[in-house]
């Protein structure tokens, strides 16, 4: 199981970037997804999580109202669209995944940023200037 993330870069305060993950030799459509972000010095938080139904995308409070998840079955694909970025917004983003039989969605959903994921991405670098 691999994840391979792109689409970071630099932006401007208030710009917007979109990043992408996706799932190289397997199905992400088995898959919960999460995007978790680390920045220089601080512990990795969560960012926003989607179920393999893509039922009731959840978001940390960070980022509500200015981030979405979203994911496309037919590109095997999971995208981040980061809107009205923030310097605090500068971070290494990762994507994971976890099975989606080993948790139901409604669960995952509600405890996204604490669940045990099974492969990560290797993290893509966004920098936002104020």
């Known amino acids: 199981v691999q994840l391979q993330a792109s689409g970071g870069g630099f932006a401007q305060s208030d710009g917007s970037l979109r990043l992408s993950c996706t799932g190289l030799g397997f199905s992400l459509n088995d898959y919960h997804l999460a995007w978790f972000r680390q920045a220089p010095g601080k512990e990795r938080e969560g960012v926003s999580c989607?179920?393999?139904?893509?039922?009731?995308?959840y978001y940390a409070d960070s980022v509500r109202g200015r981030f979405t998840i979203s994911r496309d079955s037919a590109k095997n694909t999971v995208y981040l669209q980061m809107n009205s970025l923030k310097s605090g917004d500068t971070a290494v983003y990762y994507c994971?995944?976890?099975?989606?039989?080993?948790?139901?969605?409604?669960?995952?959903?509600?405890?996204?940023?604490?669940?045990?994921?099974?492969?990560w991405g290797q993290g893509t670098l966004v920098t936002v200037s104020s």
């Open positions: 994971t995944a976890v099975r989606s039989r080993l948790i139901s969605g409604s669960i995952f959903s509600t405890r996204c940023f604490k669940t045990t994921y099974d492969a």
């Open positions: 989607i179920s393999s139904s893509a039922h009731s995308p």
